[in-house]
């Protein structure tokens, strides 16, 4: 976790945070995820995010045949979920959500691609 104790993403990066955290704010009104059905207990109509912190910022280092295998996971405890590759030329590790359907959706990043989604969506790696 990088956010615990003096906070590297504020005190090393905080350029870098400033961004992510705009592209967050940018998808929620995008998406329109205020809306009942993204949000059944009324958090952040109308796009408010003034109230927010960060919850977590975690470095995955995943070594080959390693990943997130588990269909069912999602980040208890957080609104938004952003992911973004720090690295290039690695094998695999392709990211995905469970679509309403039952599919799997892949994500195909690059470095320094963000994605950005509800947290209770279901996600794999």
């Known amino acids: 976790f990088l956010n615990g104790g003096a906070d590297p993403m504020y005190t090393m990066a905080p350029r870098i945070l400033a961004k992510i955290l705009r592209f967050a704010v940018s ?21 408010d995010m003034s109230s927010l912190s960060i919850r ?7 070594e080959p045949g390693g990943g997130l295998l588990n269909d069912l996971h999602f980040d208890a405890g957080s609104i938004l ?20 359907d039952g599919t799997h959706l892949s994500h195909e990043l690059n470095m320094g691609d963000c994605l950005c989604f509800v947290s209770h969506k279901l996600h794999n790696v």
């Open 56 to 62: 977590v910022v975690e470095y995955w280092h995943y």
């Open 27 to 47: 998808a929620w009104k995008e998406k329109g995820w205020s809306s009942f059905t993204h949000s059944p207990l009324g958090l952040l109509k109308e796009g």
């Open 81 to 100: 979920t952003l992911v973004v590759p720090l690295n290039e030329g690695y094998e695999g590790g392709v990211f995905r959500t469970l679509e309403m």
